[in-house]
């Protein structure tokens, strides 16, 4: 299997513009997840869906910020309009529907507003 | 919430020396994982531990769900073992976060 899959791995962009951030998780995995991360806060978990529905969205951080998930393979995190303190790593992650609730990390995807 | 607390928070070793990094929860759990998370940024999992012990190559893990800890073993340490290792817990009433600890920050020089 190729893993969680993300894009772009690296974004810099202006403030005020809009950035998207896309992910594919692993075949046949029910969950997807979207984490950032920051020297300040760490590692978070921003949302996360269960086939395509979002479950918990409590740690997104403000409308700014919104995620979708149009099918089983695809899905994205949108900032509109991106600000300088959104600058971070934002991770994408999959878990399959079973006892086991093991996530599976892509490579992130580093994001730079100026 | 869940307090996932890591120690040491950095760790200097030198090749071939062995190490235990240590992970402290505060409530209980039905996941835990550890990560290594590379130069290059990438998470990738080392284990799937919510009790019990597992060994993979050099690494080993034990996590002691009763006693809320759990222990990852790094013997004979090589440089590609340095990064940032991270232990991640979701607790029984919150499926699906995974709350991580602040990490260790292990080098092993050469």
């Known amino acids: 299997d190729a893993g969680v899959i993300q894009s772009p791995r690296h974004e810099v962009t202006e403030m005020g513009q809009e950035v998207t951030l896309r992910c594919k998780p692993i075949?046949?995995?029910?969950?997807l997840f979207w984490y950032r991360q920051t020297m300040m806060r760490g590692l978070e978990l921003l949302i996360y869906f269960n086939n395509n529905v979002p479950i918990d969205d409590s740690g997104m951080p403000e409308d700014r910020f919104s995620a979708k998930m149009p099918n089983a393979s695809f899905s994205t995190l949108k900032i509109q309009p991106s600000e300088p303190r959104d600058s971070a790593v934002y991770f994408c992650?999959?878990?399959?529907?079973?006892?086991?609730?093991?996530?599976?990390f892509g490579p992130g995807t580093r994001l730079t507003v100026l | 919430g869940i307090q996932v607390e890591q120690s040491p928070p950095d760790l200097i070793l030198q090749e071939g020396a062995n190490s235990t990094l240590r992970c402290n929860f505060s409530d209980s759990v039905n996941n835990l994982q550890w990560f290594h998370q590379n130069p290059w940024g990438q998470l990738i999992n080392l284990f799937y531990i919510p009790s019990g012990t597992k060994q993979n190559g050099r690494l080993s893990a034990t996590t002691v769900a009763t006693e809320r800890y759990s222990l990852l073993y790094i013997s004979s340490s090589q440089t590609t073992d340095s990064g940032v290792y991270f232990c991640a817990v979701i607790t029984t009433d919150s499926w699906g976060k995974l709350q991580f600890g602040a990490g260790t920050q292990v080098v092993v020089t050469p």
């Open positions: 075949s046949g995995h029910d969950y």
């Open positions: 992650a999959s878990s399959p529907d079973s006892g086991s609730n093991e996530q599976f």
